[in-house]
C-alpha cells in the first residue's frame, strides 16, 4: 500500500443510456480526469453522454456540451410524473420557458463562443491563459437578467476557474471558485431559496456533486483530510442516488489516510459494488481485514449490477478471473506457509494465462520475497528480472528488487539499479531506497540515512522507506530513534515486519517490557505467523536473562518450539533456540536440534540476515556454524573444527566460521575460547524484513 488517494482512479465504466425528461444537464469534470467515471454520475439524471474517442481515450468534458447552459436542453414528453429531485429540476425547465425566447437566444449566442474558446485552452492544458480568458467570459455575463441560464453559464465559468488554479496548485483559490460554482449550481436550481439550509447541506443534481467532488479533492491536497471526508460523506453519503464508483474510492482514500479504517471499509466495499473491477479497492480490502466473503459478495453485486444494465442474466466477468484474483489476494495477506503457497500458485496459473501482465509478475516476486520457503533459491530475483526485462520503466516494487540485491551483497548489480531507477523517475522513492542501500552496502552510513530522507520526502507514506531507515539506525546503535521510525512504518501499514524492527529496537535500549508488549501485540496481529511466536521468544529471553526469571526462560523456549512446528524452515527461531540451550549449558539438545534442521534439508535463503550475515547466505552454511558453536561450548574441540571446515567449503567467505577455526585451534593449543562474546547474539533484522 504501495496506498495513498493520490493512486485512486475513476472508474471507466459506462453511464446509463436511459434518458430522463426531468434533467437538465450539467455535470462537468475535471481537465486531468476522464470523462466516463463523472457522466456516471449522473446516470439517472442525463442525458446520453456523446460517443468516446475512436483511440479509446476518453478526455475531460470539454470535449462534449456538457457545459451547454439549460436552455439548450430538450425535454421529452412521454416520461412518467417526477418526484423528488426529478421534480425540482422539471420545475428548473418550466421556469426557463417563461423567460424571452429572443433574450436567450441572444445571451446564449454571445457567450457560448468565448466559452468554447475557453475550454479549448483548458483541453489545451493552459491554464494560465484560460484562466484570463474565463475572467472575461465571467465578466461578459450579464447580472441583471432573470434568466436562469445566467446561474448555469456563471456555475461554468467558476468551475473552469477552479480547474484552472487547480491544475497551477493554487489551492485555496479552487476551493473558492468550486464553493461559487456550487453556489450558482444550487441558485439554478431554486432561485428563491439558495442560502436554505437544505439547499447547503444536500446534492440535488450530477453537476452538484461533481463539483463538489473537485472541491474536496482540493481540500485533501491541502490536507483538510477531516473536513473533506466530512464534506463528501454529508453531501453524497452511501444511499444517495448520486454516490457514485469514484466517490467511493475517493472518500475510502481519505479514510484510509486519516486512519478510519473501518468507514474505509465500507466505503471500498461500496465502491466494489458500483465497479467490480476496481483491484485497488481490493487491495485496500486485504489490507484492512476484510472477510474474502463481503469482498466477494460486493463483486458479484457489482457483476450482477453491471449485467442487468447490459441486459445479461447471468454473470460474466469478460473472460478476468475476478474470482482468482481476490482468492491470490487473501492468500497472500495470511501468515501460514500453505496459505502463501496457495496464493504463488493462484498468481503463477495467472501468470500463464496472463504472461504479459507485470502486475501478476510483481505479486509473485513480493510473496516469493516475502516467504522464500514458497519457491525455489533465488526465485524473486529470477521474477523481478522478468519484470526489468518486461518494461524496463516500471518502478513500484523495484525497493524490494534493491533489498534482495543487497542481501546478496551484489554491489555491482545494485549500483546499476538505483543508477536506473534514478534516470527513469527521480520523483519516486523507489529510486532513492536503491541508492541508500547502495551506500549501505558500501559502509556510509550517513549518505544511505540522507537518501532515505529524501524517499521520505518523494512519499511520506511509504513504509519501507521507514523500515529502512530504522534498521540503518538500529546498525548505528540509535535504538531509540529507529524505534519512531518503526512505528511510524507501523502505522501506515501493518506488518511482522515492523513489529520486528520495534521489538529489536526496545531490545537494544534494554526497554524489555515494552520489547514484550510490543511482541505480543504482533502475535495478536499475527497468530499463525512464526514470526511473531519468535519476538514474544526474543523478548521472553533477553528479559528473562537480565531479570534471572527461570520460568521466563521457558516460556521463551516454548514460544520458539512452537514457532518451529509452525514453520520448520524458520532460521531465526531456530538459532534463537539454539542459543537458550546454549547458555543453559543443554548442549546436547542443541546438537540434537541443529542436526534434525540440517537433515530436514531445505535451499532457503535465510530471511532477517544482518550486514554481519549477509555473506552467511545459505541456510545449510548458517546450520552447520551453529553447529560448530554448539560442539565448540560443549568443550568438543574436535568436532567443532571438523564442521567449522565444513561450513569453509560451502562459503569460503564465511567470517564467523573463519574465527571459529582460530578459536578451536587456540583452544586446543591450551588457550581458553570464547565463542559468544556478544550476549546478544546476531542481528537478524535486514532492511526488508525489519
Not at 509478475?361 to 516475502?370: H, N, R
Not at 567449522?644 to 566460521?657: D, F, I
Request: charged letters at 25%; one cysteine or more; a positive charge.
Amino acid at each position: 500500500m504501495s496506498s495513498t488517494t493520490s493512486g485512486i482512479r475513476p472508474s471507466n465504466q459506462n453511464p446509463s443510456r436511459r434518458r430522463r425528461s426531468e434533467n437538465v444537464t450539467h455535470a462537468t469534470v475535471s481537465s486531468n480526469t476522464p470523462n466516463s467515471a463523472y457522466k456516471a454520475l449522473s446516470k439517472e439524471n442525463t442525458t446520453p453522454p456523446r460517443r468516446r474517442s475512436s483511440k479509446g481515450i476518453n478526455m475531460n468534458s470539454y470535449l462534449t456540451d456538457e457545459y451547454a447552459p439549460a436552455t439548450q436542453v430538450k425535454v421529452s414528453q412521454h416520461k412518467k410524473e417526477p418526484k423528488g429531485i426529478d421534480k425540482i429540476n422539471v420545475k428548473i425547465e418550466n421556469s426557463l420557458k417563461k423567460t424571452s425566447p429572443a433574450a436567450t437566444k441572444t445571451a446564449t449566442k454571445t457567450m457560448s463562443p468565448l466559452k468554447d474558446e475557453c475550454i479549448k485552452l483548458l483541453r489545451a492544458k493552459q491554464f494560465r491563459s484560460c484562466e484570463i480568458m474565463t475572467m472575461f467570459y465571467l465578466s461578459s455575463i450579464s447580472s441583471a437578467s432573470n434568466d436562469l441560464s445566467i446561474y448555469a453559464h456563471k456555475a461554468t465559468a467558476y468551475e473552469i476557474l477552479g480547474d484552472c488554479v487547480l491544475n497551477q496548485n493554487q489551492l485555496n483559490r479552487a476551493v473558492s471558485f468550486y464553493k461559487k460554482a456550487l453556489s450558482n449550481l444550487k441558485c439554478l436550481r431554486s432561485p428563491t431559496s439558495s442560502s436554505s439550509l437544505r439547499n447547503i447541506l444536500h446534492i440535488h443534481t450530477a453537476a452538484e456533486a461533481n463539483v463538489k467532488l473537485k472541491e474536496a479533492r482540493a481540500l485533501f491536497k491541502l490536507g483538510n483530510i477531516s473536513e473533506t471526508t466530512s464534506i463528501l460523506e454529508s453531501a453524497v453519503p452511501r444511499s444517495h442516488p448520486l454516490r457514485t464508483f469514484a466517490i467511493s474510492m475517493e472518500i475510502g482514500g481519505m479514510y484510509l489516510a486519516s486512519g478510519r479504517y473501518s468507514d474505509a471499509k465500507l466505503s471500498y466495499l461500496d465502491a466494489l459494488g458500483r465497479n467490480s473491477y476496481a483491484l485497488e479497492a481490493i487491495e485496500n480490502l486485504v489490507f484492512l481485514n476484510a472477510e474474502r466473503s463481503e469482498v466477494m459478495k460486493a463483486v458479484n453485486d457489482g457483476l450482477q449490477k453491471h449485467n442487468e444494465k447490459n441486459g445479461k442474466e447471468n454473470i460474466v466477468d469478460n473472460d478476468v478471473p475476478i474470482a482468482d484474483i481476490i482468492t491470490a489476494y487473501f492468500y497472500s495477506d495470511r501468515q501460514t506457509n500453505s496459505h502463501q503457497m496457495n496464493a504463488l500458485s493462484q498468481w503463477k496459473k495467472l501468470h500463464a494465462k496472463y504472461p504479459l501482465n507485470i502486475h501478476v509478475l510483481l505479486q509473485m516476486a513480493l510473496l516469493q520475497d516475502k516467504n522464500p520457503a514458497c519457491d525455489n533459491a533465488h526465485a524473486a530475483v529470477a521474477t523481478f528480472q522478468k519484470i526489468r526485462a518486461l518494461d524496463y520503466h516500471f518502478v513500484e516494487g523495484m525497493d524490494t528488487y534493491a533489498s534482495l540485491l543487497a542481501k546478496q551483497c551484489n554491489v555491482a548489480e545494485l549500483g546499476r539499479l538505483s543508477s536506473d531507477l534514478l534516470t527513469v523517475d527521480d520523483k519516486r522513492p523507489e529510486a532513492w531506497v536503491a541508492l541508500a542501500l547502495y551506500h549501505e552496502a558500501l559502509g556510509d552510513s550517513e549518505k544511505a540515512i540522507a537518501f532515505v530522507e529524501k524517499g521520505i520526502s518523494c512519499d511520506e507514506r511509504n513504509a519501507f522507506c521507514h523500515k529502512l531507515k530504522g534498521s540503518i539506525l538500529l546498525s548505528q546503535g540509535r535504538p531509540d530513534i529507529a524505534g519512531s521510525c518503526f512505528f511510524r512504518a507501523n502505522e501506515i501499514k501493518r506488518e511482522i515486519a515492523s513489529y520486528e524492527g520495534l521489538v529489536e529496537s526496545c531490545l537494544r535500549a534494554k526497554k524489555y517490557k515494552e520489547a514484550i508488549c510490543t511482541a505480543k501485540e504482533a502475535m495478536s496481529f499475527a497468530p499463525r505467523d512464526s514470526r511473531a511466536l519468535t519476538l514474544v521468544g526474543l523478548a521472553l529471553s533477553k528479559a528473562t536473562s537480565s531479570s534471572r526469571d527461570s520460568g521466563g526462560k521457558d516460556r521463551a523456549k516454548k514460544a520458539l518450539r512452537k514457532a518451529i512446528a509452525l514453520d520448520p524452515l524458520a532460521l531465526r527461531p531456530l538459532l534463537a533456540l539454539s542459543d537458550l540451550y546454549i547458555a543453559d549449558s543443554e548442549f546436547d539438545t542443541c546438537i540434537d536440534l541443529v542436526k534434525k534442521a540440517i537433515e530436514d534439508g531445505g535451499d532457503a535463503n535465510l530471511t532477517g540476515t544482518s550486514p554481519v550475515l549477509s555473506n552467511v547466505y545459505d541456510r545449510q552454511v548458517v546450520l552447520h556454524a551453529k553447529l560448530a558453536d554448539a560442539y565448540g561450548e560443549s568443550k568438543n574441540f574436535e568436532e567443532a573444527l571438523t564442521y567449522y571446515h565444513k561450513t569453509l567449503s560451502m562459503n569460503p567467505g564465511c567470517l564467523e566460521a573463519q574465527r571459529g577455526v582460530e578459536q578451536m585451534e587456540n583452544a586446543m593449543k591450551g588457550f581458553n575460547p570464547k565463542l559468544n562474546e556478544n550476549d546478544d547474539g546476531y542481528d537478524y533484522t535486514d532492511y526488508n524484513d525489519a
